[in-house]
């Protein structure tokens, strides 16, 4: 795809390539999906979808957290413990993306991989609704 070569090698011939040759290649396939705009692209959009899950995690676990606990009387430990909530919200925001399946992990990588052909259905379908 986008002129990137695709080859495939058995172990065989990986065996018979010098240690220079291997680093060669190793380094021309990091290259080839360096430039790949579109596996660049996908990856971005799930970073940012990790990034918002973990930030609502974040501030989910720190409202319970002080719903909860009486944060006046807990002195010293009221840092680890904000410390400790915002590890849980980031391990909440990993864990739904994790759980969320390939096809929506997917369908939510094509979304925002593609975001102005679906803003521009969006827009189409708003002014069609007569919004």
Request: no cysteine; charged share 20%.
């Given at each position: 795809m986008f002129g990137l070569t695709e080859f495939y090698v058995n172990e065989d011939e990986l065996d018979q390539l010098s240690d220079v040759e291997l680093a060669r290649l190793e380094d021309r396939l990091r290259l080839e999906q360096e430039l790949d705009v579109r596996k660049q692209a996908q990856l971005t959009a799930g970073r940012v979808i990790v990034f918002l899950l973990s930030a609502l995690g974040i501030a989910l676990t720190l409202m319970i957290f002080a719903r909860v606990v009486p944060t006046e009387r807990l002195g010293p430990l009221n840092i680890p413990l904000?410390?400790?909530?915002?590890?849980?919200?980031i391990g909440l925001g990993h864990g739904v993306w994790y759980v969320a399946g390939y096809a929506v992990r997917n369908a939510v990588r094509w979304v925002l991989g593609h975001w102005p052909v679906v803003l521009f259905i969006l827009a189409a379908l708003a002014r069609l609704s007569g919004g």
């Amino acid at each position: 795809m986008f002129g990137l070569t695709e080859f495939y090698v058995n172990e065989d011939e990986l065996d018979q390539l010098s240690d220079v040759e291997l680093a060669r290649l190793e380094d021309r396939l990091r290259l080839e999906q360096e430039l790949d705009v579109r596996k660049q692209a996908q990856l971005t959009a799930g970073r940012v979808i990790v990034f918002l899950l973990s930030a609502l995690g974040i501030a989910l676990t720190l409202m319970i957290f002080a719903r909860v606990v009486p944060t006046e009387r807990l002195g010293p430990l009221n840092i680890p413990l904000y410390l400790m909530a915002i590890g849980a919200g980031i391990g909440l925001g990993h864990g739904v993306w994790y759980v969320a399946g390939y096809a929506v992990r997917n369908a939510v990588r094509w979304v925002l991989g593609h975001w102005p052909v679906v803003l521009f259905i969006l827009a189409a379908l708003a002014r069609l609704s007569g919004g």
